[in-house]
Nanobody, 124 residues
Framework: QVQLVESGGGLVQAGGFLRLSCAASGRTFSNYAMAWFRQAPGKEREFVGGITWSSGIPYHSDSVKGRASISRDNIKSTMFLQMNDLKPEDTAVYYC?????????????????WGQGTQVTVSS
């Protein structure tokens, strides 16, 4: 059973930075892709970026490109999202997700496994 546990959310001032972690367990993830999504109140779940686990090559959405960096620690089976220059519009619940297969997909329905989410609030 795949289990994903996010951590690192909280209240951050605009212009600040955060680092979210997603600890994965239950499988060997060498043939998986993992991703970060976020969902603000009243909005659809939005793809932030993802990473092919085997290669460690990330892909970031245009909405965060230049401000976000996704990486993974293969030994600890943990994925990270670091975001800089945070804006109030980055306020959302951030979820990590996993899917079998190395290709990164941008739609949430492609992912079979989800964490419980961690709240990020950016104050202006």
């Amino acid at each position: 059973q795949v289990q994903l546990v996010e951590s690192g959310g909280g209240l951050v001032q605009a212009g600040g930075f955060l680092r979210l972690s997603c600890a994965a367990s239950g499988r060997t993830f060498s043939n998986y892709a993992m991703a970060w999504f976020r969902q603000a109140p009243g909005k659809e779940r939005e793809f932030v970026g993802g990473i092919t686990w085997s290669s460690g090559i990330p892909y970031h959405s245009d909405s965060v490109k230049g401000r976000a960096s996704i990486s993974r620690d293969n030994i600890k089976s943990t994925m990270f999202l670091q975001m800089n220059d945070l804006k109030p519009e980055d306020t959302a619940v951030y979820y990590c997700a996993a899917k079998f297969g190395p290709d990164i997909r941008t739609t949430s329905r492609e992912y079979s496994y989800w964490g419980q989410g961690t709240q990020v609030t950016v104050s202006s």
